[in-house]
């Protein structure tokens, strides 16, 4: 079953990412916050390569098909 991360384009993975990273580095969340940004981090990261590696693959049979 997909999850709604899985959904999210690449650019819209990074730009919540870029907005969690900002977050943090204010410093103001408590520790359960932090605990699920940083797991939301953890999981957009994941997203992001799978995203790369389907780029990746797509390219490269794209080429091989020449």
Request: glycine share 4%; aromatic share 4%.
């Amino acid at each position: 079953m997909k999850s709604k991360k899985d959904n999210l384009s690449y650019d819209e993975a990074i730009s919540r990412l870029d907005h969690l990273v900002k977050q943090l580095e204010e410093g103001e969340q408590g520790m359960d916050d932090l605990t699920k940004m940083v797991k939301e981090a953890s999981d957009l990261v994941k997203v992001c390569k799978q995203k790369l590696k389907m780029t990746s693959d797509e390219i490269k049979k794209a080429f091989e098909e020449e």
